[in-house]
């Protein structure tokens, strides 16, 4: 699956983002969904993820209660929304994906990588 990651860009402290993420020429229906960023000069470091059964989520400690992620009823199109945002939230973030598999919260677990998506948040 070729995954496309769309909705960077700049905002201030306090703002908010939509992040989307989708297959070409296909769904995410059997794919479960992982958001990662990874800021300069640090690894890359998990986000969110979304089943891709059931709807179950999970959040990294760090965007808890700030950040949601969510499909659409169709499942083609995964979004991150991101509230509340911190200058410490400044990267390019990643979608990735893995087949009917649970979340994971490495890298290694995502067989599908989509390009990045540049988040900048000014202070």
């Known amino acids: 699956v070729q995954l496309q990651a769309c909705g960077g860009g700049l905002v201030q402290a306090e703002g908010s983002l939509r992040l989307s993420c989708a297959a070409s020429?296909?769904?995410?229906?059997?794919?479960?969904i992982g958001w990662f960023r990874q800021a300069p000069g640090k690894e890359r470091e998990f986000v969110a993820g979304?089943?891709?059964?059931?709807?179950?989520?999970d959040y990294a400690d760090s965007v808890k209660g700030r950040v949601a992620i969510s499909r659409d009823s169709a499942k083609i199109t995964v979004y991150l929304q991101m509230n509340s945002l911190k200058p410490e939230d400044t990267a390019v973030y990643y979608c990735?994906?893995?087949?009917?598999?649970?979340?994971?919260?490495?890298?290694?677990?995502?067989?599908?990588w989509g390009k990045g998506t540049l988040v900048t948040v000014s202070s």
């Open positions: 020429g296909g769904t995410l229906s059997s794919y479960t």
């Open positions: 979304i089943m891709w059964s059931g709807g179950t989520t």
């Open positions: 990735a994906a893995r087949w009917r598999g649970y979340i994971g919260s490495t890298t290694g677990a995502y067989a599908y």
